[in-house]
């Protein structure tokens, strides 16, 4: 079989890459320059680079100051995260192991092994690391085993886990029901980046939403006090808007009532993106024929319900991929937060280059840096295509049929 | 087939006198039009383009609002009383020319959304219920499918099934096969016959001379927002009393 594949392979080859001989040249001249281009990278990052940096100061870029004797708080909700992940993974897929979940199966094994090994972690932590993993892949196994033997009832509220587990999760991080409190000042690195991230992508988009349908209300107050607040928001930078929220907010709040300078910065981003999500979802309701809520409506449905269940479903699939960006940049966004002062993964990284101990590690760390928000950035996008293709009636249909 | 005059005594349905409308740009779209739905009525409306008649029957469930004049339907009088026109929407069903089924639902969802919803009826029992139109229809066995996956002719059956799911008490019709590849017309319109001979009361807004012909007690024809002639089919289409109706039977013959 791979015998009479092969040789067709190096004919579509031959016929892409080198048809004339100029292409050929193109081809060669290009191999060549990636080859170099790689090959400095690689014995740059193998030989040249001190990874003492990212060694030493792993804890610093996970979670920042966060204190020690409190860290099997953030330790449980990792294994929790990972659990949860598993069974969602399991109960999703089934008995059936596609190519693609070999595939993270084989990077998420190899990652537990090599990440602890390369940051030089002491025999305890990697152990932790090894049994998170162990934990995340044999729920994925017995999920997909055992899972359509759950009763039914069950299955459908299981969804549920996630908001309860984020709820969970924010008292783990921030104390309180007999933890021992720890404050937002104190969290940080990519710790502080994923709370403020997931904070403000929760929040942004059901008032994303609202804005998006107050802006095509026949209501003229809440019409134009919807285009008003979007086209306010969008005509700032969000870097003064972070330092006005800063400053305002402990002006306009008597004493106390102001929220701690890391939650003042999350409801900020939360507005900020709000109104770039209103944009993306009211381009999906524009998408939605007229003709649908008149139908709805035809039908006796009042105009909250034939909202809900006639034309947001069709505009937010719609409205789907442009919303998804609008979270990947307020992810990528969030490392303006180094700017006002908060020790997120930029900001640690800022404090760490400072460190004269690392003079000139600057590669390293935003290496570093690059790396950790391509895996984010990456996850949010694969979920979303994954949500596109389950919304989707016609693929729905063809994996029902 | 013969119409049936004796209906002419049944109670009445709708009841539109002095209808008056204008679009926001000043445009006056009807200009004082009456008319009178019995119960058990086949009642079509005719006319050219531009000439009201969907605005008109769009008033009839309050998807176009009026400026002067009344309607009465089923007892309820439209106005601006939002529980007035809910009321009257639970009471009128609506087909339009573009089907507008909901193409997130399957078939089944589609007629079950609305009775579920708003009757707040049980689940299980307006299923058995939706799969029984659906057979009425003639397409039982598309129930699972979606919207898409079907054909115009199938589509447009399954929105008359839609309608029916809330157990109106009049349809509207408003150019139900007007998108219709032309093959598809008549399975469309044999579904609607059946319903006519069943008793529905409808009231029908568009070209088919034939269904017109066989169907309807009268016949309607508006031009710029008026309402020019009314009359027994064969009366209508043998013998036009007014010029306009003459003019308008000649350009679409």
Not at chain 1, 357 to 384: D, H, I, Q, T
Not at chain 2, 127 to 133: G, K, P, T, V
Not at chain 2, 137 to 151: C, F, N, R, T, W
Request: proline letters at 5%; one cysteine or more; hydrophobic letters at 50%.
């Amino acid at each position: 079989m791979e015998r009479s594949v092969t040789p067709a392979g190096w004919q579509r080859l031959r016929r892409e890459l080198f048809a004339s001989r100029t292409d050929g040249l193109i081809t060669l001249v290009l191999l060549g320059a990636l080859l170099a281009l790689g090959g400095g990278f690689l014995r740059w990052a193998l030989f040249q680079a001190e990874w003492a940096v990212v060694r030493v100061n792993s804890t610093l870029f996970a979670v920042g100051r966060y204190p020690l004797d409190q860290q099997w708080r953030l330790w449980l909700l990792t294994a929790l995260l990972a659990a949860a992940t598993g069974l969602t993974w399991g109960l999703l897929r089934g008995r059936s192991w596609p190519r693609n979940d070999q595939l993270a199966t084989v990077l998420l094994a190899g990652l537990a092994l090599a990440a602890p090994l390369f940051l030089q972690l002491s025999l305890a932590i990697q152990a932790r690391w090894w049994g998170i993993t162990a934990l995340l892949l044999g729920l994925r196994w017995g999920a997909g085993r055992w899972g359509d033997r759950l009763p039914q009832g069950w299955r459908r509220w299981l969804p549920l886990q996630w908001p309860l587990l984020y709820l969970l999760g924010m008292v783990l991080i921030s104390g309180g029901l007999g933890l021992m409190a720890v404050r937002p000042s104190d969290w940080g690195g990519l710790l502080l980046t994923l709370v403020q991230s997931s904070f403000a992508i929760l929040l942004c988009f059901p008032l994303g939403v609202a804005l998006a349908l107050g802006r095509r209300s026949e209501l003229p107050l809440l019409r134009w006090g919807s285009v008003l607040y979007i086209e306010f928001i969008r005509g700032a930078p969000l870097i003064t808007l972070l330092f006005l929220g800063q400053n305002i907010l402990g002006f306009v709040l008597p004493g106390g009532l102001a929220p701690d300078r890391v939650w003042r910065a999350a409801w900020v981003l939360t507005f900020f993106a709000a109104a770039y999500v209103a944009e993306a979802v009211r381009s999906g309701l524009a998408a939605v024929p007229r003709g649908q809520m008149e139908a709805a409506r035809a039908l006796g449905l009042p105009v909250p319900q034939a909202l809900i269940h006639v034309v947001l479903p069709q505009a937010l699939r719609v409205a789907l991929p442009a919303t998804v960006g609008q979270f990947i940049t307020l992810l990528q966004d969030t490392t303006l937060l180094s700017l006002i002062g908060l020790l997120d993964l930029l900001g640690v990284a800022r404090t760490v280059m400072a460190n004269p101990a690392f003079l000139g590690k600057n590669a390293e760390v935003y290496l570093l840096l690059a790396v950790l928000f391509w895996c984010c950035c990456a996850a949010l996008g694969l979920g979303s295509r994954a949500l596109e293709t389950r919304l989707n009636p016609n693929t729905l249909s063809a994996a029902r049929a | 087939m013969t119409n049936p005059s004796s209906s002419a005594s049944g109670a009445v349905m709708i009841e539109a006198r002095g209808v008056e409308k204008w679009y926001p740009n000043g445009f006056q779209a009807l200009r004082g039009v009456d008319l009178t739905v019995r119960q058990g009525e086949v009642v079509v409306v005719m006319g050219p383009s531009g000439s009201g008649k969907s605005t008109f029957i769009r008033t009839f469930n309050a998807l176009e609002d009026f400026q002067k004049g009344s309607i009465v339907v089923d007892g309820i009088t439209l106005s601006n009383d939002v529980r007035n026109i809910d009321a009257v929407r639970r009471e009128v069903g609506m087909v339009f020319q573009q089907f507008n089924l909901f193409p997130h639902l399957t078939v089944l969802e589609n007629l079950t959304l609305a009775p579920v919803l708003v009757r707040k009826r049980p689940k299980a029992e307006v299923e058995r219920q939706a799969r029984q139109l659906l057979e009425r229809v003639g397409i039982h066995e598309q129930a699972d499918k979606y919207p898409g996956q079907l054909s115009g002719g199938q589509q447009q059956r399954v929105a008359i099934a839609r309608s029916l799911s809330m157990e109106p008490r009049i349809l509207l019709f408003d150019e139900p096969t007007s998108a219709l590849d032309p093959e598809m017309v008549q399975e469309v319109l044999a579904v609607m016959q059946e319903l006519a001979r069943e008793g529905m009361t409808m009231v029908v807004v568009t070209h088919e001379v034939r269904f017109a012909r066989q169907v309807a007690h009268r016949v309607v024809l508006m031009a710029d927002g008026q309402v020019v002639e009314e009359a027994p089919p064969d009366q209508f289409f043998t013998n036009p009393q007014h010029e306009r109706s003459k003019q308008f039977l000649s350009q679409i013959a």
